[in-house]
């Protein structure tokens, strides 16, 4: 039972943190365009290659 003293707290720490995480992914635009993600990997760009 003792060692429930230390899981809650980290438990709830981890969840608070991945809450924060994903919040701050809204923040900053990353799932604004999901389409045009999954289209621009199929295209061949030259300039993408390593010289």
């Known amino acids: ?3 429930l003293i230390y899981l809650a707290p980290a ?3 981890l969840g608070a ?3 924060f995480a994903f ?3 809204l923040r ?3 799932y604004e365009d999901p389409a ?3 289209a ?3 295209v061949d760009d030259p300039e993408d ?3």
Request: proline residues 4%.
């Open 23 to 25: 919040w701050w992914t």
């Open 11 to 13: 438990s709830v720490f």
């Open 1 to 3: 039972m003792d060692l």
């Open 36 to 38: 045009g993600d999954a």
């Open 28 to 30: 900053n635009g990353q």
């Open 40 to 42: 621009r990997i199929l």
């Open 49 to 51: 290659r390593p010289a």
């Open 17 to 19: 943190m991945g809450l």
